[in-house]
């Protein structure tokens, strides 16, 4: 209706009366550029106008992994408005004609996935650092993620907060589609924070844009002002550097620590902690925690840390792949490739670094299964997070599904490093539509070829990826990122 209008005008105006005969060409001119402009909007008026109303979809024959540790076999889904109606046997199911059924003929549906610690701006692909933390940088790392199949994505702690609450409120006015962008406040020690080396990009950024990145606390006071300071921010996150970064800067003590998580449980703000130590665990479960950025999974995380982490309902995201991708010829992963720039890739090629596969001990292989098996007997919920972004080549989303690899080398089954992509991500970050294809939920999946169960590296068998119920133009996000 409205690109018919647009055609009405464009008629009118390139046909304009006029007995002019200075004016005549020059109005015809107007017309043709009018004419060539509307033209050149069409496709984008016919995009949005997709984007505005979601189709009736109906996804049928099809495997549907539901995101809390079951599955449908030869099932069905109906989505409409951006949301899962319901969930089951096609029979049940009632259509009428304006609904798209697509067969997907034994193929997987799974809820997109969530990475519950990233850090996002820094990375400009051909360069890392502060310099690059733009709107787009941003809006470029977050579909990245929806690219490789997320439906949302934790910056740990490191963003400029104006720009990021300012991004955050594009995305729900729904300017870009993408991951959802959630974030925290950060809080060490006066002029500490992230490792050495991203440290000085982060001061570096919060001076030149004037924002807030790094809230630095002494003394119970001022964290008691800084947690207020990020309360009236309405942020509900703060993130907490306790380590000594391997004896460069200050530690967090246990005394500050409890004063920051005190003030912060009474303005309703979780905190969740970055920890060198496994024995800085028991302290900080203590103090009330939400949960661990990094696992520290090995000889040191034993069943007493699992047992008290289990009690306290604190979740561990073990990182895991962030000390064993970067010693990998990730450059040769065509998954990867799909979403670099070819200089990029063929810089990984060349880089010594990254052509030595490591050789893992089996014993501190043998550490670090019975390290994860204990946390799994302790029903800790263990989350996916990959700290992507946090160094340079720590590549945004496809790290997400090299560890969920690592979580099932380490003792894991597919379906549980799923739920662990997937709802307990959610549910531990407050995402109460996400993480689960449940009738009510928004429509964010994957459509994947290959049974991740059988497989967990099938979730790289990515056919299409839905957001709000709208499959992505992953071609087109894919030519972006390579050139
Ligand atoms: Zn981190």
């Given at each position: 209706m409205h690109i018919r209008q647009s055609f009405d005008i464009v008629s009118l105006f390139a046909g304009f009366p006029t007995r002019n005969p200075v004016l005549r060409p020059f109005l015809a001119a107007i017309g043709l550029l009018v004419q060539l402009l509307v033209l050149l909007m069409l496709?984008?008026?016919?995009?949005?106008?997709?984007?505005?109303?979601?189709?009736?979809?109906?996804?049928?024959?099809?495997?549907?992994?539901?995101?809390?540790?079951?599955?449908?076999?030869?099932?069905?889904?109906?989505?409409?408005?951006?949301?899962?109606?319901?969930?089951?046997?096609?029979?049940?199911?009632?259509?009428?004609?304006?609904?798209?059924?697509?067969?997907?003929?034994?193929?997987?549906?799974?809820?997109?996935?969530?990475?519950?610690?990233?850090?996002?701006?820094?990375?400009?692909?051909?360069?890392?650092?502060?310099?690059?933390?733009?709107?787009?940088?941003?809006?470029?790392?977050?579909?990245?993620?929806?690219?490789?199949?997320?439906?949302?994505?934790?910056?740990?702690?490191?963003?400029?907060?104006t720009l990021a609450l300012e991004v955050q409120q594009a995305q729900l006015r729904g300017d870009f589609d993408a991951a959802r962008f959630l974030f925290a406040a950060g809080m060490a020690p006066p002029g500490q924070g992230p490792n050495d080396q991203f440290l000085v990009h982060a001061?570096?950024?919060?001076?030149?844009?004037?924002?807030?990145?790094?809230?630095?606390?002494?003394?119970?006071?001022?964290?008691?002002?800084?947690?207020?300071?990020?309360?009236a921010k309405k942020l509900s996150v703060i993130k907490i550097w306790v380590d000594d970064r391997g004896g460069s800067q200050q530690k967090l003590s246990q005394d500050l620590y409890?004063?920051?998580?005190?003030?912060?449980?009474?303005?309703?703000?979780?905190?969740?902690?970055?920890?060198?130590?496994?024995?800085?665990?028991?302290?900080?479960?203590?103090?009330?925690?939400?949960?661990?950025?990094h696992g520290r999974i090995g000889a040191d995380l034993g069943m007493d840390i699992a047992r008290q982490l289990g009690q306290a309902q604190a979740f561990v995201v073990p990182n895991m792949g962030l000390g064993e991708l970067r010693r990998e010829a990730i450059g040769l992963?065509?998954?990867?490739?799909?979403?670099?720039?070819?200089?990029?890739?063929?810089?990984?090629?060349?880089?010594?670094?990254?052509?030595?596969?490591?050789?893992?001990?089996?014993?501190?292989?043998?550490?670090?299964?019975?390290?994860?098996?204990?946390?799994?007997?302790?029903?800790?919920?263990?989350?996916l997070g990959t700290d992507a972004g946090a160094v340079p080549d720590h590549f945004f989303g496809y790290t997400g599904h090299r560890e969920l690899e690592i979580f099932v080398r380490l003792g894991m089954t597919p379906m549980q490093a799923i739920v662990a992509a997937t709802s307990k991500p959610a549910q531990r970050l407050g995402l109460d539509d996400l993480g689960l294809l449940r009738p009510g939920y928004s429509a964010d999946f994957m459509v994947l070829e290959n049974n991740p169960l059988e497989d967990i590296r099938n979730t790289r068998s990515i056919e299409s990826v839905y957001l709000n119920g709208r499959a992505l133009d992953r071609e087109r996000l894919a030519e972006g990122f390579t050139h």
């Open positions: 496709p984008l008026a016919a995009s949005q106008a997709q984007e505005a109303r979601p189709a009736t979809l109906l996804l049928e024959n099809v495997r549907v992994i539901i995101g809390d540790g079951s599955v449908l076999q030869d099932a069905a889904m109906l989505v409409a408005d951006g949301r899962i109606v319901s969930v089951g046997q096609r029979s049940n199911m009632e259509v009428d004609e304006s609904v798209e059924i697509i067969d997907l003929n034994g193929k997987t549906l799974v809820p997109a996935f969530i990475d519950s610690h990233a850090h996002l701006g820094y990375e400009g692909h051909r360069s890392w650092g502060g310099s690059n933390y733009s709107r787009d940088n941003l809006i470029d790392h977050l579909q990245r993620y929806a690219y490789y199949g997320f439906s949302a994505v934790f910056s740990a702690g490191s963003d400029p907060d001061l570096a950024l919060e001076q030149q844009t004037g924002q807030k990145i790094l809230y630095g606390v002494a003394n119970a006071e001022q964290a008691t002002e800084a947690v207020q300071q990020i309360a409890r004063e920051i998580v005190a003030a912060a449980t009474q303005n309703g703000i979780e905190v969740y902690a970055h920890q060198q130590y496994a024995s800085d665990m028991p302290g900080l479960i203590e103090a009330g925690v939400t949960g661990f950025l992963d065509p998954f990867l490739q799909q979403s670099l720039p070819e200089a990029v890739a063929a810089r990984l090629l060349e880089s010594d670094r990254r052509s030595r596969i490591p050789l893992r001990s089996t014993a501190v292989e043998a550490e670090l299964q019975a390290s994860f098996a204990a946390l799994l007997d302790a029903e800790v919920d263990i989350l």
